[in-house]
């Protein structure tokens, strides 16, 4: 009993032995090729319930709102809206500022995929003269969004304002910002193909 | 031997030759078997207003991009962009270095020397051999695009203008085997005016453009014959917009300070950068390089019809129409709230 009780304690311990990690030689190395990738498939919110900066009033009224709400409901909408991120970005020193506004909405795919890939055929020809690796995004075949939105505008000023309070109540009755257009984006999307990038010189 | 491995893949030195061969640092992509289709979403464009200040909501349908042959996008299939010798690319070069393609086939410098320029540009054109016709039995067009017959694309989007209840108007544009080669788009900072510039060139070449006014498959909009009295085809169609000439006449894209957009092509001559007025000899060398050298505007449609082309069904047949060697001496276009 006790024989068999420390053989197989002998056998666990020879057994790592078999599994050790062994050094390759080169010719073993040089043969390897790459055969990683990652798959990605998930899902990215952005803002989807409103950013941290502005909390949403009850009107779509500004001149009902605090210093600390703000609505992106379009002008004229009866209910307000969350707004989602703002980016703005000033192209001359003096001057006023491009604005990526109210960015939100929940977009997921399903299958993107990222690996480096050696083409040298195909391409109608042209695949053989290149030959050399290129980094592959495998785009996903559905690409869903919910609620997406954005606006594009122009703005006096980085940070809005609202220009309907007084600047005592935490508004800025200068401020100006100019929507040029908005959209919304809801449902599918198919994308399919390859994007191959590699180095130029 | 792992030792031995590692000694194999040491970092090499490179010598001065090699060195100097490798310059700008930029990228390369193509787009291998692309399929666009957003006829499953809802795409709705708003903040345009109507007269009386309401929004007019655009709503964004049958939106799609494929190989050609595609039958207004009824028969989608996955095309190749670009090519591997001849990509899109985004690169950091100097001004001196990028070139652009004049009207009479000669590479010319358009931008500033000693800049530091951000070009993302579309596949080249070839002047020389290798050249592809960029509209296909349309030799007018030129044969120096660099993409293939099988490189083109089909594409469309319908746009229904919502502009008031019960009534919408609607345009839908179905473009087929488009390419747009030698299109570009160069940014850089200019110093003295203190803001961003560029220069920006826009090739469309296509074999038929298509402008609908109905959605297919609607009341008087069903059958082949009603959609096409509902139609504008543009025919073997190109059209090469240039704007900016970025040694003296760069593209300002601009806010201004009370938030307004503003996009300008300063006079090249009269004004330096910095504001100060140009002596007479150094106007004169301006004006004779921006004539010679500046990239004009074409816009050439072989053929132009409305509906069925014949007057006998209520069509309209226009021929030959186009613009060429526009350029444009001073534009400024600026945003005002209504």
Redesign the interface.
Known sequence: MISKVWLAISALLAMPAFAEMQ?L??DT?SSMNGQGGVYLSGEFSINKDGGVLWSKPVSNNPSTWTASQRSCA???ATTPENCGMRVAI?????????VLDNLKGVFSFEGLTLRTRT?NSG??G??A??N?DVL?FG?PNEVK?KDGSF?F?????GGWQNKSLSVANGGNPS??????????????????????????? | MLLSGAAQAELQALDDQELSAVQGAGFGFVLDGILLDASGATITVNDINNASGQNVPISVKEFYLGATGSNKGANLNPVNIGRLDHPFEITLAKGETLRTLRDDGQWVQTTPSNVSVLEFKFPERLTGAGGQACISGYAAAGSNCSSRASERVDLGIRFDFQVAAGRTDIINLDFSELVMDGSYLRLWGDDPRGQLVGEARVNLFAKSLQLMSCAAGTANCTSAQEQTARTLTLSNAFANISLGYGKSQPLLFDVSSNGQFVLELPNPVTRAANGSARPAAERNTIASDFYANAPRTNIVIDNLKAGTGSFSTGGYNFGYNAIQGLSINYLKVTSRDL
């Open positions: 050094a030689d080169d190395l379009n002008a004229g000033r192209s001359e020193a003096d001057g006023g500022w491009y083409i391409f109608n042209d695949g003269a290149f050399q592959e785009l969004f606006a505008g122009v703005a006096n000023q401020y100006q910002q100019t929507n040029i257009f908005s959209a919304k984006i809801d449902g599918t999307i198919r994308m399919q193909g390859n994007v191959l990038i590699f180095p130029q010189n």
